[in-house]
């Protein structure tokens, strides 16, 4: 599983240790210093992963992920200091797909990464295409599609769609979805569950606050309908 992974880290000795940690599984890796010099260097290089620092000079790692997921849905892990529950959701709405708190270690990074690259297609071809209520989940091509539509979704919303479309009408609870998207922290489980689903429903909807597809399941969890919205 080899990628092409930028690091936007304004601590040159934390990007230089990361830098390394990459090199050594086979990454090719491409180090910036600020936000500024982060989205440039991804719309230029379309890396396979972006591994985000939240308090960067120039542009905050909050503007950066906003602008990223704007452009597209380059996978995205942010790293940061702080380790209040608001931050962790605001990085998760606004569609990072891992949320890091340091410090951590090497092993940890290197294994989340793997994940996320993991659940953004890398390494998984082969697989069938799902389809229920209208919605087509293509892991091989990494794609979604509504009513034949393209839509763009984070690697962690794929995964939770991926799996509820391949058994519609079934009801997952929260810590089954979370399980499927494999490295939201856990200090924010069922929180993060519903800032996914919330996020998802924006985007396979007509009314996403009266959804007929991505349905809740109360006291339960939730359920992708297998008729059409």
């Known amino acids: 599983m080899r990628a092409h992974v930028l690091v936007a880290e304004d601590d040159e000795m934390q990007a230089e240790l990361i830098r390394r940690s990459l090199l050594s599984e086979g990454h090719t890796v491409t180090v910036v210093h600020d936000g500024a010099a982060a989205l440039d260097a991804a719309r230029r290089l379309r890396p396979d992963l972006v591994v985000l620092d939240l308090m960067l000079p120039v542009l905050d790692g909050f503007d950066v992920c906003r602008t990223l997921r704007g452009d597209g849905d380059t996978p995205v892990l942010m790293l940061t200091a702080r380790t209040a529950e608001d931050d962790v959701l605001r990085g998760l709405d606004l569609g990072a797909d891992d949320y890091m708190t340091k410090p951590y270690s090497p092993r940890e990074l290197l294994a989340?990464?793997?994940?996320?690259?993991?659940?953004?297609?890398?390494?998984?071809?082969?697989?069938?295409?799902?389809?229920?209520?209208?919605?087509?989940?293509?892991?091989?091509?990494?794609?979604?599609?509504?009513?034949?539509?393209?839509?763009?979704?984070?690697?962690?919303?794929?995964?939770?769609?991926?799996?509820?479309?391949?058994?519609?009408?079934?009801?997952?609870?929260?810590?089954?979805?979370?399980?499927?998207?494999?490295?939201?922290?856990?200090?924010?489980?069922?929180?993060?569950?519903?800032?996914?689903?919330?996020?998802?429903?924006r985007k396979i909807e007509d009314d996403p606050r009266g959804p007929r597809r991505l349905l809740t399941v109360f006291g339960v969890g939730y359920k992708l309908s297998a008729a059409r919205g």
Do not use: W
Not at 128 to 140: E, K
Not at 158 to 184: K, N, W, Y
């Open 112 to 201: 989340r990464i793997r994940t996320v690259l993991r659940r953004s297609g890398h390494g998984a071809p082969g697989e069938r295409v799902v389809r229920a209520g209208g919605i087509s989940v293509d892991p091989a091509r990494h794609e979604v599609r509504r009513d034949g539509e393209p839509v763009d979704c984070t690697p962690a919303e794929f995964a939770i769609l991926l799996a509820m479309a391949a058994e519609p009408d079934r009801v997952f609870s929260r810590r089954q979805l979370l399980a499927c998207t494999r490295g939201i922290d856990r200090a924010s489980t069922e929180r993060a569950v519903d800032v996914h689903i919330m996020n998802l429903r």
